[in-house]
């Protein structure tokens, strides 16, 4: 077994997930969260389960993150909106 | 409750659970091994039915009832979503102003918007031979079609995407799993059990008896699935606007 690669990866994985916590612009979470989303799939992978790591790949990459920024810019869009008429 | 008794409860629950997990983790068999019992028994099963994807099998045969749960409770969150995100009576429906795409964005997208839809709709058919599968699938086929939203606009995206038909095939979809189930019992065996068809020859597209029937039903619902979401969750960020101008 590639035991180094799989520590490379595990670090790489705590690494964008600590990201992602520290992060606190919620757009930035959202980009962070899919670079996490590809380490996991990398980890998946390297650990021979790459069924996961494909549905890893699509949903925690990609339609999560995704989900994430439109409901953000649907909030901000509204608070835009708030302020513009109080002004 | 007053502070300090959450507090105590708190630490009393983390405690409990930080023991159990200690302990549970301490007599976990070693990384790596050779010993697998249950993937030993999942290949056998799936080669003695012929399905080449030992994890289709396991997905669509061995535990077809576990992905029928699954299949649920997607069916229901989107479900769910179109109830919440629906035009409510104060809101309406704006124009999207069609905004400018920069040159090589517009020429990524196009290039690779048909290259992925392809790539999804093979890991669905290929499912039961090779890593991959409905669900992986159906995410990539329907996320794919949304770069035509950063490759043109909005309003192309709303043209080649009917959300009324993609509720249907959803619904459809997830009927086709059940009915296949079914039939199992109408042809006196248990529910999604699978010996109704002939299993095939190893390795090819038809082989697997049920396994492929069921596969593409959970792509056709997955993929679904998540336009109808997408959809929704665009319309609220770009299109739906309250009555009186606040957005």
């Known amino acids: 077994m590639d ?55 699509a949903v925690g990459s990609v339609l999560t993150p995704l989900l994430l920024m439109l409901s953000v810019h649907r909030v901000r869009r509204r608070e835009k909106g708030r302020k513009g008429k109080a002004r | 409750m007053t502070r300090g008794v959450r507090l105590i409860v708190l630490a009393l629950g983390g405690a409990g659970l930080a023991a159990l997990l200690v302990a549970a983790c301490l007599d976990l068999p070693g990384f790596g091994g050779t010993w697998h019992p249950y993937g030993d028994r999942a290949v056998e099963a799936s080669l003695s039915r012929r ?31 179109v109830v919440l995100l629906r035009q409510t009576r104060d809101e309406k429906r704006g124009k999207p102003e069609p905004e400018e795409v920069a040159l090589p964005v517009r020429r ?5 918007l048909p290259v992925a839809v392809l790539s999804g709709l093979y890991v669905i058919a290929h499912g039961q031979l090779s890593p991959g599968g409905g669900f992986q699938g159906g995410v990539v086929a329907a996320t ?23 509720e249907v095939g959803d619904a459809l979809a997830a009927s086709a799993y059940v009915v296949t189930g079914l039939a199992a019992v109408l042809a006196g065996t248990a529910f999604l059990a699978n010996t109704l068809l002939p299993y095939g020859t190893f390795n090819t597209l038809a082989s697997g008896g049920t396994v492929p029937l069921l596969n593409a039903a959970i792509g056709m619902e997955v993929a679904c699935a998540a336009v109808v979401l997408l959809a929704r969750f665009l319309d609220q960020a770009v299109e739906i606007e309250k009555e009186n101008g606040e957005r």
Do not use: C, K, W
């Open chain 2, 144 to 166: 794919a079609l949304h770069l035509l939203y950063l490759g043109a606009d909005y309003r192309a995206l709303e043209r080649v995407r009917p959300v009324g038909l993609f």
């Open chain 2, 51 to 81: 399905t080449a994807n030992a994890i289709a099998s396991v997905n669509f045969d061995q535990r077809a009832f576990d992905t029928l749960g699954e299949m649920s409770i997607l069916f229901a969150s989107v479900v769910g979503t």
């Open chain 1, 3 to 57: 035991e180094p690669l799989i520590v490379v990866v595990l670090l790489l994985v705590a690494a964008s997930a600590t990201a992602a916590v520290a992060v606190r612009d919620p757009v930035h979470q959202a980009l962070v969260l899919a670079v996490l989303g590809v380490a996991l799939a990398l980890l998946f992978t390297v650990l021979q389960a790459p069924d996961v790591g494909l549905s890893q790949l």
């Open chain 2, 108 to 112: 990524y997208a196009l290039i690779v």
